[in-house]
Protein backbone atom coordinates (compact mmCIF):
# COMPACT_ATOMS: atom_id res chain seq x y z
CA UNK A 1 0.00 0.00 0.00
CA UNK A 2 1.22 3.00 -0.98
CA UNK A 3 2.52 5.97 1.85
CA UNK A 4 -0.23 8.45 0.98
CA UNK A 5 -3.11 6.04 2.35
CA UNK A 6 -1.30 5.03 5.23
CA UNK A 7 -2.39 8.45 6.95
CA UNK A 8 -4.66 10.31 5.33
CA UNK A 9 -8.52 11.16 6.18
CA UNK A 10 -10.88 8.11 5.91
CA UNK A 11 -12.63 7.15 2.71
CA UNK A 12 -16.35 6.21 3.32
CA UNK A 13 -16.45 3.68 0.94
CA UNK A 14 -18.80 0.98 2.13
CA UNK A 15 -22.06 3.10 2.29
CA UNK A 16 -24.04 0.24 1.67
CA UNK A 17 -25.24 -0.49 5.23
CA UNK A 18 -26.05 3.08 5.65
CA UNK A 19 -28.62 2.30 2.59
CA UNK A 20 -29.73 -0.65 4.00
CA UNK A 21 -30.26 1.06 7.86
CA UNK A 22 -32.36 3.66 6.24
CA UNK A 23 -34.88 1.42 4.25
CA UNK A 24 -35.13 -0.81 7.58
CA UNK A 25 -36.08 2.36 9.46
CA UNK A 26 -38.42 3.69 6.73
CA UNK A 27 -40.52 0.38 6.51
CA UNK A 28 -40.75 0.47 9.83
CA UNK A 29 -42.14 3.84 9.94
CA UNK A 30 -44.37 2.59 7.50
CA UNK A 31 -45.26 -0.45 8.79
CA UNK A 32 -45.47 1.41 12.63
CA UNK A 33 -47.99 4.24 11.57
CA UNK A 34 -51.13 4.63 13.51
CA UNK A 35 -49.71 1.88 16.17
CA UNK A 36 -47.02 4.43 17.79
CA UNK A 37 -47.88 7.85 18.26
CA UNK A 38 -45.27 10.71 16.33
CA UNK A 39 -43.19 11.75 18.84
CA UNK A 40 -42.15 7.58 18.96
CA UNK A 41 -41.53 7.86 15.58
CA UNK A 42 -39.55 10.33 15.48
CA UNK A 43 -37.30 8.39 17.72
CA UNK A 44 -36.94 5.36 15.19
CA UNK A 45 -35.57 8.05 13.19
CA UNK A 46 -33.01 9.40 15.40
CA UNK A 47 -32.20 5.99 16.24
CA UNK A 48 -31.59 5.36 12.55
CA UNK A 49 -29.62 8.59 11.56
CA UNK A 50 -27.20 7.34 14.88
CA UNK A 51 -26.62 3.64 13.74
CA UNK A 52 -26.06 5.31 9.78
CA UNK A 53 -23.34 7.47 10.70
CA UNK A 54 -21.01 4.82 11.93
CA UNK A 55 -20.52 4.20 7.73
CA UNK A 56 -21.26 7.48 6.52
CA UNK A 57 -18.91 10.55 6.53
CA UNK A 58 -19.77 13.81 8.79
CA UNK A 59 -21.03 15.99 5.77
CA UNK A 60 -23.06 12.92 4.72
CA UNK A 61 -24.00 11.91 7.60
CA UNK A 62 -25.67 15.32 8.68
CA UNK A 63 -26.75 16.28 5.15
CA UNK A 64 -29.06 12.67 4.97
CA UNK A 65 -30.11 12.88 8.84
CA UNK A 66 -31.90 16.62 7.22
CA UNK A 67 -33.02 15.04 4.52
CA UNK A 68 -34.98 12.31 6.00
CA UNK A 69 -36.44 14.82 9.02
CA UNK A 70 -37.69 16.73 6.03
CA UNK A 71 -39.10 13.85 4.63
CA UNK A 72 -40.59 12.81 7.92
CA UNK A 73 -42.80 16.31 8.11
CA UNK A 74 -43.92 15.43 4.98
CA UNK A 75 -45.52 12.03 4.94
CA UNK A 76 -46.31 12.21 8.70
CA UNK A 77 -46.55 15.53 9.97
CA UNK A 78 -50.37 17.28 9.78
CA UNK A 79 -50.95 18.73 7.59
CA UNK A 80 -49.24 15.77 5.26
CA UNK A 81 -47.29 16.18 1.76
CA UNK A 82 -46.19 19.73 2.52
CA UNK A 83 -43.37 21.61 4.79
CA UNK A 84 -46.44 23.64 6.91
CA UNK A 85 -46.76 22.28 10.53
CA UNK A 86 -50.00 23.33 12.36
CA UNK A 87 -49.48 22.08 16.19
CA UNK A 88 -46.87 23.63 17.75
CA UNK A 89 -45.85 20.73 19.63
CA UNK A 90 -45.02 19.06 16.08
CA UNK A 91 -42.78 22.13 14.95
CA UNK A 92 -41.05 21.67 18.09
CA UNK A 93 -40.99 18.10 17.71
CA UNK A 94 -39.61 18.31 14.14
CA UNK A 95 -36.83 21.11 15.70
CA UNK A 96 -35.52 18.71 18.28
CA UNK A 97 -35.66 15.68 16.49
CA UNK A 98 -33.42 17.42 13.76
CA UNK A 99 -31.07 18.90 16.16
CA UNK A 100 -30.20 15.60 17.44
CA UNK A 101 -30.14 13.83 14.63
CA UNK A 102 -27.52 16.70 13.07
CA UNK A 103 -25.58 16.22 16.30
CA UNK A 104 -25.46 12.70 16.84
CA UNK A 105 -24.89 12.24 13.33
CA UNK A 106 -22.03 14.10 13.38
CA UNK A 107 -20.61 12.90 16.01
CA UNK A 108 -20.76 9.21 14.97
CA UNK A 109 -18.75 10.13 12.20
CA UNK A 110 -16.32 11.84 13.78
CA UNK A 111 -16.20 9.32 15.75
CA UNK A 112 -15.43 6.73 13.05
CA UNK A 113 -12.99 9.17 11.69
CA UNK A 114 -11.17 9.57 15.05
CA UNK A 115 -11.21 5.49 15.24
CA UNK A 116 -9.84 4.74 11.90
CA UNK A 117 -6.85 7.64 12.02
CA UNK A 118 -5.96 5.60 15.33
CA UNK A 119 -5.92 2.47 13.89
CA UNK A 120 -3.70 4.10 10.98
CA UNK A 121 -1.40 5.80 13.71
CA UNK A 122 -1.31 1.97 15.21
CA UNK A 123 -0.07 0.47 11.83
CA UNK A 124 2.45 3.27 11.45
CA UNK A 125 3.63 2.74 15.01
CA UNK A 126 4.15 -0.64 14.02
CA UNK A 127 5.58 -0.21 10.74
CA UNK A 128 8.18 1.86 12.62
CA UNK A 129 8.86 -0.96 15.44
CA UNK A 130 9.43 -3.28 12.92
CA UNK A 131 11.65 -0.97 11.01
CA UNK A 132 13.60 0.05 14.52
CA UNK A 133 13.87 -4.09 14.89
CA UNK A 134 15.67 -4.09 10.90
CA UNK A 135 18.35 -1.45 12.14
CA UNK A 136 19.05 -3.47 15.60
CA UNK A 137 19.29 -6.79 14.05
CA UNK A 138 21.71 -5.13 11.07
CA UNK A 139 25.21 -3.70 12.36
CA UNK A 140 26.61 -2.53 9.22
CA UNK A 141 26.06 0.86 8.87
CA UNK A 142 25.37 1.11 5.03
CA UNK A 143 22.81 -1.92 4.85
CA UNK A 144 21.04 -0.03 7.99
CA UNK A 145 20.77 3.05 5.15
CA UNK A 146 19.70 0.62 2.51
CA UNK A 147 16.95 -0.90 4.68
CA UNK A 148 15.75 2.66 4.96
CA UNK A 149 16.02 3.72 1.47
CA UNK A 150 14.11 0.92 0.49
CA UNK A 151 11.60 1.16 3.16
CA UNK A 152 11.34 4.95 2.32
CA UNK A 153 10.81 4.17 -1.51
CA UNK A 154 8.05 1.60 -0.90
CA UNK A 155 6.00 3.92 1.46
CA UNK A 156 6.27 6.85 -0.53
CA UNK A 157 6.35 5.93 -3.74
CA UNK A 158 8.99 7.83 -4.99
CA UNK A 159 12.90 7.98 -5.61
CA UNK A 160 14.97 7.96 -2.62
CA UNK A 161 18.71 8.00 -1.71
CA UNK A 162 20.01 8.63 1.46
CA UNK A 163 23.49 10.05 3.01
CA UNK A 164 25.24 8.68 5.57
CA UNK A 165 28.16 11.14 7.33
CA UNK A 166 31.38 9.68 8.72
CA UNK A 167 32.77 11.13 11.78
CA UNK A 168 33.88 14.84 11.03
CA UNK A 169 32.00 14.64 7.33
CA UNK A 170 30.01 17.20 7.72
CA UNK A 171 32.61 19.63 7.63
CA UNK A 172 34.09 18.08 4.87
CA UNK A 173 31.91 17.44 1.91
CA UNK A 174 29.93 14.88 0.66
CA UNK A 175 32.93 13.09 -0.98
CA UNK A 176 34.25 12.00 2.47
CA UNK A 177 31.04 9.91 3.19
CA UNK A 178 28.32 7.71 1.70
CA UNK A 179 25.22 8.50 -0.88
CA UNK A 180 22.72 5.08 -1.17
CA UNK A 181 21.20 5.68 -4.51
CA UNK A 182 21.39 8.44 -7.17
CA UNK A 183 21.62 11.74 -6.56
CA UNK A 184 22.49 14.38 -9.15
CA UNK A 185 25.29 17.47 -7.85
CA UNK A 186 22.01 19.99 -6.68
CA UNK A 187 20.44 17.07 -4.33
CA UNK A 188 23.68 15.92 -3.06
CA UNK A 189 24.27 19.18 -1.75
CA UNK A 190 21.11 19.42 -0.66
CA UNK A 191 21.55 16.62 1.43
CA UNK A 192 24.64 17.98 2.95
CA UNK A 193 22.92 21.10 4.15
CA UNK A 194 19.75 19.53 5.67
CA UNK A 195 22.00 17.36 7.95
CA UNK A 196 24.49 20.46 8.94
CA UNK A 197 21.29 22.83 9.55
CA UNK A 198 19.46 20.04 11.25
CA UNK A 199 16.27 20.31 9.77
CA UNK A 200 13.76 19.03 6.98
CA UNK A 201 14.04 21.03 3.37
CA UNK A 202 11.69 21.53 0.16
CA UNK A 203 7.76 21.23 -0.13
CA UNK A 204 5.93 21.57 3.06
CA UNK A 205 8.61 21.65 4.92
CA UNK A 206 8.55 25.67 5.97
CA UNK A 207 12.18 25.87 4.37
CA UNK A 208 13.39 26.29 0.71
CA UNK A 209 10.04 25.56 -0.51
CA UNK A 210 11.13 26.24 -3.90
CA UNK A 211 12.99 22.91 -4.17
CA UNK A 212 11.41 19.91 -6.08
CA UNK A 213 13.33 17.33 -3.17
CA UNK A 214 12.11 17.33 0.13
CA UNK A 215 15.08 16.24 2.60
CA UNK A 216 14.93 14.92 5.94
CA UNK A 217 17.54 14.46 8.15
CA UNK A 218 19.32 11.40 9.92
CA UNK A 219 18.49 12.96 14.01
CA UNK A 220 20.40 11.80 16.71
CA UNK A 221 19.89 13.72 19.93
CA UNK A 222 22.37 16.48 19.43
CA UNK A 223 23.51 16.24 15.78
CA UNK A 224 22.80 14.92 12.15
CA UNK A 225 24.49 11.40 11.05
CA UNK A 226 23.08 12.05 7.54
CA UNK A 227 20.00 13.02 5.63
CA UNK A 228 17.21 11.43 3.25
CA UNK A 229 16.26 12.87 -0.44
CA UNK A 230 12.67 12.56 -1.63
CA UNK A 231 13.19 13.39 -5.68
CA UNK A 232 10.91 15.03 -7.33
CA UNK A 233 7.10 13.64 -7.90
CA UNK A 234 7.23 12.08 -4.78
CA UNK A 235 7.75 15.29 -2.84
CA UNK A 236 3.92 16.13 -3.41
CA UNK A 237 3.05 13.12 -0.74
CA UNK A 238 5.04 14.89 2.02
CA UNK A 239 2.93 18.05 1.96
CA UNK A 240 0.70 16.38 4.12
CA UNK A 241 1.93 16.86 7.93
CA UNK A 242 1.43 13.54 8.50
CA UNK A 243 3.28 11.20 5.84
CA UNK A 244 6.18 13.75 6.62
CA UNK A 245 6.39 13.32 10.64
CA UNK A 246 6.10 9.38 9.89
CA UNK A 247 9.08 9.52 7.44
CA UNK A 248 10.71 11.96 9.60
CA UNK A 249 10.23 9.70 12.76
CA UNK A 250 11.87 6.62 10.46
CA UNK A 251 14.58 8.77 9.76
CA UNK A 252 15.49 9.06 13.05
CA UNK A 253 15.38 5.68 14.25
CA UNK A 254 18.66 5.57 12.14
CA UNK A 255 19.77 8.36 13.03
CA UNK A 256 19.36 7.24 16.90
CA UNK A 257 20.45 3.41 15.94
CA UNK A 258 23.57 5.23 14.54
CA UNK A 259 24.61 7.69 17.50
CA UNK A 260 23.62 3.92 19.91
CA UNK A 261 26.34 2.55 18.23
CA UNK A 262 29.02 4.90 18.06
CA UNK A 263 28.41 5.67 22.07
CA UNK A 264 28.38 1.53 22.88
CA UNK A 265 31.82 2.00 21.09
CA UNK A 266 33.01 4.74 22.37
CA UNK A 267 31.98 3.56 25.45
CA UNK A 268 33.72 -0.24 24.63
CA UNK A 269 36.79 1.84 23.70
CA UNK A 270 37.27 3.93 27.07
CA UNK A 271 36.36 0.63 28.95
CA UNK A 272 38.99 -1.05 26.85
CA UNK A 273 41.68 1.99 27.74
CA UNK A 274 40.93 1.88 31.27
CA UNK A 275 41.31 -1.93 31.66
CA UNK A 276 44.47 -1.59 29.55
CA UNK A 277 45.68 1.44 31.45
CA UNK A 278 44.73 0.10 35.15
CA UNK A 279 46.43 -3.70 33.62
CA UNK A 280 49.49 -1.56 32.47
CA UNK A 281 50.17 0.04 35.93
CA UNK A 282 49.51 -3.24 38.11
CA UNK A 283 51.85 -4.46 35.99
CA UNK A 284 54.38 -2.42 36.16
CA UNK A 285 53.93 -2.44 39.88
CA UNK A 286 54.15 -6.27 40.27
CA UNK A 287 57.56 -5.99 38.00
CA UNK A 288 58.84 -3.58 39.96
CA UNK A 289 57.70 -5.80 43.25
CA UNK A 290 57.78 -9.49 42.11
CA UNK A 291 61.07 -8.92 39.48
CA UNK A 292 63.35 -7.07 41.90
CA UNK A 293 63.78 -10.74 44.21
CA UNK A 294 64.62 -13.31 41.61
CA UNK A 295 66.91 -10.59 40.04
CA UNK A 296 68.79 -9.64 43.13
CA UNK A 297 69.04 -13.25 44.05
CA UNK A 298 69.95 -13.71 40.64
CA UNK A 299 72.98 -10.96 40.24
CA UNK A 300 74.03 -11.79 43.58
CA UNK A 301 75.04 -15.68 43.09
CA UNK A 302 76.38 -14.60 39.57
CA UNK A 303 78.77 -11.80 41.42
CA UNK A 304 80.01 -14.53 44.36
CA UNK A 305 81.04 -16.64 41.28
CA UNK A 306 82.32 -14.11 39.50
CA UNK A 307 84.55 -12.32 42.17
CA UNK A 308 85.17 -14.62 44.49
CA UNK A 309 85.76 -18.35 42.60
CA UNK A 310 89.03 -18.76 43.68
CA UNK A 311 88.20 -19.13 47.11
CA UNK A 312 84.94 -21.41 46.67
CA UNK A 313 84.88 -24.64 46.82
CA UNK A 314 83.16 -26.65 44.24
CA UNK A 315 80.27 -27.14 46.28
CA UNK A 316 79.44 -23.88 46.94
CA UNK A 317 79.93 -22.48 43.52
CA UNK A 318 77.14 -25.75 42.61
CA UNK A 319 75.32 -24.34 45.00
CA UNK A 320 75.37 -20.57 43.72
CA UNK A 321 75.23 -21.56 39.99
CA UNK A 322 71.97 -23.76 41.19
CA UNK A 323 70.41 -20.28 42.52
CA UNK A 324 71.29 -19.11 39.66
CA UNK A 325 69.25 -21.25 37.32
CA UNK A 326 66.09 -21.37 40.05
CA UNK A 327 65.88 -17.67 39.48
CA UNK A 328 66.25 -17.62 35.94
CA UNK A 329 63.62 -20.45 35.45
CA UNK A 330 61.09 -18.27 38.13
CA UNK A 331 61.86 -14.78 35.76
CA UNK A 332 60.78 -17.05 32.76
CA UNK A 333 58.03 -18.64 33.69
CA UNK A 334 56.47 -15.29 35.53
CA UNK A 335 57.53 -13.47 31.97
CA UNK A 336 56.07 -16.20 30.28
CA UNK A 337 53.12 -16.16 32.14
CA UNK A 338 52.43 -12.56 31.59
CA UNK A 339 53.26 -12.22 27.77
CA UNK A 340 50.75 -15.56 27.44
CA UNK A 341 48.30 -13.42 29.26
CA UNK A 342 48.46 -10.53 27.01
CA UNK A 343 48.36 -12.71 23.88
CA UNK A 344 44.85 -14.43 25.11
CA UNK A 345 43.53 -11.45 25.71
CA UNK A 346 44.57 -9.50 22.73
CA UNK A 347 43.08 -12.44 20.62
CA UNK A 348 41.50 -15.82 22.51
CA UNK A 349 40.27 -17.12 19.26
CA UNK A 350 43.43 -16.94 17.38
CA UNK A 351 44.69 -20.31 18.09
CA UNK A 352 45.98 -23.74 15.96
CA UNK A 353 44.11 -26.92 17.59
CA UNK A 354 45.36 -30.23 16.24
CA UNK A 355 44.26 -33.73 17.61
CA UNK A 356 46.37 -34.27 20.49
CA UNK A 357 46.93 -37.07 23.26
CA UNK A 358 46.57 -36.23 26.99
CA UNK A 359 48.55 -38.74 28.01
CA UNK A 360 51.54 -37.41 25.86
CA UNK A 361 50.41 -33.62 27.03
CA UNK A 362 51.00 -34.69 30.87
CA UNK A 363 54.01 -36.98 30.23
CA UNK A 364 55.58 -34.07 28.78
CA UNK A 365 54.62 -32.04 31.68
CA UNK A 366 55.55 -34.30 34.48
CA UNK A 367 59.26 -35.20 32.98
CA UNK A 368 59.56 -31.44 32.93
CA UNK A 369 58.13 -30.93 36.62
CA UNK A 370 60.09 -34.11 38.04
CA UNK A 371 63.44 -32.66 36.61
CA UNK A 372 62.65 -28.96 38.78
CA UNK A 373 61.51 -30.80 41.49
CA UNK A 374 63.35 -34.03 41.39
CA UNK A 375 62.56 -34.43 45.14
CA UNK A 376 59.26 -34.35 45.28
CA UNK A 377 56.68 -37.38 44.91
CA UNK A 378 54.04 -37.08 42.02
CA UNK A 379 51.08 -40.03 41.84
CA UNK A 380 49.47 -40.05 38.29
CA UNK A 381 46.29 -41.80 37.81
CA UNK A 382 45.52 -41.99 33.84
CA UNK A 383 43.72 -44.68 32.37
CA UNK A 384 44.31 -46.38 29.48
CA UNK A 385 42.55 -45.75 25.86
CA UNK A 386 41.59 -41.77 26.69
CA UNK A 387 40.16 -39.92 22.93
CA UNK A 388 42.07 -37.44 21.94
CA UNK A 389 41.61 -33.83 22.09
CA UNK A 390 41.62 -31.25 20.07
CA UNK A 391 43.67 -28.54 21.30
CA UNK A 392 47.02 -26.71 21.20
CA UNK A 393 49.06 -28.82 22.78
CA UNK A 394 51.83 -25.91 23.75
CA UNK A 395 48.88 -23.87 25.39
CA UNK A 396 47.74 -26.97 27.42
CA UNK A 397 51.13 -27.97 28.34
CA UNK A 398 51.96 -24.36 29.67
CA UNK A 399 48.13 -24.54 31.89
CA UNK A 400 49.36 -28.76 33.54
CA UNK A 401 52.72 -26.74 33.98
CA UNK A 402 50.72 -23.91 36.11
CA UNK A 403 48.63 -26.25 37.68
CA UNK A 404 51.28 -28.76 38.82
CA UNK A 405 53.73 -25.88 39.87
CA UNK A 406 51.04 -24.14 41.71
CA UNK A 407 50.12 -27.29 43.73
CA UNK A 408 53.85 -27.76 44.16
CA UNK A 409 53.99 -24.16 45.62
CA UNK A 410 51.41 -23.98 48.08
CA UNK A 411 51.88 -27.80 50.04
CA UNK A 412 54.78 -29.34 51.97
CA UNK A 413 57.88 -30.92 50.66
CA UNK A 414 56.97 -33.92 52.06
CA UNK A 415 52.97 -34.15 50.89
CA UNK A 416 52.72 -35.90 47.06
CA UNK A 417 50.88 -34.13 44.38
CA UNK A 418 48.01 -36.65 43.13
CA UNK A 419 46.85 -36.15 39.46
CA UNK A 420 43.75 -37.84 37.81
CA UNK A 421 42.13 -38.71 34.97
CA UNK A 422 38.56 -39.47 34.31
CA UNK A 423 37.15 -40.01 31.41
CA UNK A 424 33.34 -38.68 30.73
CA UNK A 425 30.32 -39.15 27.86
CA UNK A 426 31.45 -36.06 26.41
CA UNK A 427 34.47 -34.94 28.73
CA UNK A 428 37.51 -35.59 30.16
CA UNK A 429 38.40 -34.82 33.96
CA UNK A 430 41.48 -33.67 34.79
CA UNK A 431 42.21 -32.82 38.56
CA UNK A 432 45.27 -31.64 40.03
CA UNK A 433 45.46 -32.47 44.07
CA UNK A 434 47.77 -31.04 46.92
CA UNK A 435 47.37 -30.91 50.40
CA UNK A 436 47.83 -27.43 51.34
CA UNK A 437 46.48 -24.92 53.44
CA UNK A 438 43.51 -24.85 50.73
CA UNK A 439 41.75 -21.94 49.37
CA UNK A 440 38.92 -20.31 51.08
CA UNK A 441 35.47 -19.89 49.47
CA UNK A 442 35.97 -16.17 49.29
CA UNK A 443 38.90 -16.70 47.10
CA UNK A 444 38.00 -19.33 44.71
CA UNK A 445 36.99 -17.23 41.73
CA UNK A 446 39.19 -14.81 42.60
CA UNK A 447 42.57 -16.78 41.95
CA UNK A 448 42.07 -17.11 38.58
CA UNK A 449 42.08 -13.26 38.81
CA UNK A 450 45.40 -11.27 37.24
CA UNK A 451 47.70 -10.34 39.78
CA UNK A 452 45.55 -12.01 42.57
CA UNK A 453 47.10 -14.08 45.07
CA UNK A 454 45.74 -15.91 48.40
CA UNK A 455 49.30 -15.87 50.25
CA UNK A 456 50.71 -12.74 48.70
CA UNK A 457 52.24 -12.30 52.57
CA UNK A 458 54.56 -14.79 51.43
CA UNK A 459 56.00 -13.13 48.47
CA UNK A 460 58.10 -10.33 50.00
CA UNK A 461 61.27 -9.12 49.12
CA UNK A 462 62.94 -10.64 52.51
CA UNK A 463 60.98 -14.21 51.68
CA UNK A 464 62.97 -16.85 53.41
CA UNK A 465 64.08 -20.31 52.28
CA UNK A 466 60.87 -21.71 53.43
CA UNK A 467 58.30 -19.94 51.48
CA UNK A 468 60.92 -18.51 48.60
CA UNK A 469 58.82 -21.10 46.31
CA UNK A 470 55.58 -19.15 46.78
CA UNK A 471 56.92 -15.68 45.25
CA UNK A 472 55.33 -14.50 41.83
CA UNK A 473 53.03 -12.01 39.96
CA UNK A 474 49.35 -13.82 40.41
CA UNK A 475 49.83 -14.31 36.75
CA UNK A 476 49.65 -18.68 36.54
CA UNK A 477 46.13 -19.01 37.29
CA UNK A 478 44.54 -16.48 34.89
CA UNK A 479 46.62 -17.67 32.69
CA UNK A 480 45.34 -21.21 33.08
CA UNK A 481 41.79 -20.05 32.92
CA UNK A 482 42.23 -17.70 29.82
CA UNK A 483 43.74 -21.56 28.22
CA UNK A 484 40.34 -23.29 29.54
CA UNK A 485 38.10 -20.64 28.14
CA UNK A 486 39.81 -20.36 24.16
CA UNK A 487 39.48 -24.07 24.49
CA UNK A 488 35.77 -24.08 25.78
CA UNK A 489 37.11 -25.71 28.65
CA UNK A 490 35.77 -25.58 32.42
CA UNK A 491 38.29 -24.63 35.29
CA UNK A 492 37.33 -24.26 38.77
CA UNK A 493 38.80 -25.14 42.47
CA UNK A 494 37.23 -26.97 45.11
CA UNK A 495 38.26 -28.46 48.25
CA UNK A 496 40.31 -31.74 49.23
CA UNK A 497 39.89 -33.57 52.19
CA UNK A 498 41.26 -33.55 54.92
CA UNK A 499 43.15 -30.10 53.75
CA UNK A 500 44.36 -28.84 50.69
CA UNK A 501 42.98 -27.70 47.04
CA UNK A 502 41.69 -29.47 43.81
CA UNK A 503 42.10 -27.61 40.18
CA UNK A 504 39.40 -29.56 37.90
CA UNK A 505 39.52 -28.63 34.54
CA UNK A 506 37.12 -30.09 31.97
CA UNK A 507 37.89 -31.00 28.37
CA UNK A 508 35.80 -31.31 25.63
CA UNK A 509 35.57 -34.05 24.12
CA UNK A 510 34.41 -33.52 20.15
CA UNK A 511 33.81 -36.22 17.41
CA UNK A 512 36.83 -38.25 17.27
CA UNK A 513 38.69 -37.86 13.45
CA UNK A 514 39.11 -40.90 11.23
CA UNK A 515 42.14 -42.92 11.41
CA UNK A 516 43.88 -43.83 8.47
CA UNK A 517 45.73 -47.24 8.45
CA UNK A 518 48.48 -47.45 6.58
CA UNK A 519 48.27 -51.38 4.62
Known amino acids: MPFSRHLSAPKFEARWPAVVIWLCAWGLLWGLEGVLNLGNLALLLVLASAIAGVWLSALASVGTSAMFVLMFNWFFV ?13 LLLLVTMMGVSVVVSYLMARLRMAAELESQYAKASEMLRELS ?6 RDVQMQGQQLQTWIAQEAACGVSVLLLQDGAADEGVGHSQVIGEAKGQDRQGLLACAQQFGAMGPGTGRHENQATVFLPLRGRAR ?15 LRAHGRDMLQQACDLLGLEIERAQTLRLAQQAKDDAQSQSLRNTLLTSISHDYRTPLANLMGAASVIH ?25 NRMTTNTLQLARLDAAPLQIKKDWESLQEILGTVLAKARQRHPQRRMVVAVPEGLPLIHCDAILLVQLFDN ?16 IQVQAQSNALDVRVMDQGAGIADAWKDRVFQAFER ?3 DAAQA ?5 NQLRRGMGVGLAVCKA ?7 QLWVEDRQPHGAVMCLQLPVLQQPDVMVET
Do not use: C, M, W
Open 462 to 466: DATDV
Open 307 to 331: DQASRLSTDKIASLAQTVIDEAQHL
Open 403 to 418: LIENAIKYSPDDAPID
Open 78 to 90: EPRYTFNVHLHQD
Open 133 to 138: EQFRET
Open 224 to 238: AYGAAALHAHGAKVL
Open 483 to 489: IAKVHDA
Open 454 to 456: VHA
